[in-house]
């Protein structure tokens, strides 16, 4: 029995009755479902699992209600092999925030932010802070993303004017033509989480993880440079190709100038057209649904880096996804021994099992510009 744990079973999760007075919790879906017996009183004390509680105070709760302690140990453990209850760490709801709303909207994400075994990663998001470089189309989603998910600041840098092309679900909006991007985008997040911080940082603070969303950003010598600025990670809608990756660790992981190279290796002609690519700001572009879903593999990303619980796919590579089919194409993007880094000798940080492969995959003559 693991007393001092904080049991949450999502709201959400089903609890159905079947014959004999059985309870199937779960199992409708993608995940194992859990049949239990006939116990009275017990599909209200799962109901009550809110993560608020230690498991030791549930167990005393419930054998005031009838029902035995040894039981509904079994139980829990049953749901916790299922995959169905999360145990929150202490240091997550002290973190949660005061007031209902704020309550509310950390128990919905919780459950996604937790490792194993229980960290406390909630609290780790909450202390973080992320720079969003561009309130694009994928900028802007991005950080509301990222706010509703827990990180405690973000920050949105932006210089230019909203226009009608920039307009996206989640993103800014059509009444917001014509005003400051940066202000708009503020609003998009406030939106979904009003007591978000937005502050910019003092000069020379260093956040947790920068994001690139500006279309051509990677191909630029400033942000190619960026190792004093801390790590960061390309996010961006390119013509119709979104693209996530790399995400850069100074000093540890290949940086946008190694992409570069790899470029230069396979096309000659690449630092003419890349000082093109770059010499004035693009255009709004991407489709609605190409914008969103790079928006969210690359919030996937940051957060994966801030919790520290596993190696994001996009250290030394890039994911790209290209409608109609919107399917995520990984791309390696190693050190180039020419890069003065210093990631050529660092050990590889991919993660999984995954053969090498040469720079950019298939085709090194798209590279990490997209196709």
Known sequence: MIENAHPLLPAATPLLHGEGDTVQVGGVDSTDGVLLGPARGLPQVLRGLDGRRSQRTVREEAAGAGLDPGLLDAVLDALRGAGLLTDLDPADLLAVGAGPAAVARAT???PSAVGNPPLPVWRTRRLSTVVVDGATRVGTPLAA???ASGVGRVVVRDTGVVTAADAVVGGLTAADEGRP???????????????ADLRPLPPGTVPDLTVLTRPWAASDPVAAGRADDGAHLVATVRGETGVV??????GATSCL???DLHRRDSDHRWPRLAAQLTAAEAPASGSTATCLLTALLA?????????????PVTLEATVEVRPPDLVPRLRRWPAHPSCACGAAGAPSPSPGGDDPAPP???????GTMGS
């Open 181 to 195: 991007r940066v202000l708009a985008a503020a609003d998009a997040v406030r939106r979904v989480d009003p007591a």
């Open 257 to 259: 100038r190694c992409a």
């Open 299 to 311: 919030a996937g990303q940051v957060l994966a880096y801030l919790d520290g619980t596993g190696a």
């Open 108 to 110: 919905v994400e919780l």
């Open 360 to 366: 950019g995959g298939t085709s090194p003559g798209q």
């Open 245 to 250: 990756g790399p995400l850069v660790v100074p």
């Open 145 to 147: 993303v990222l706010a």
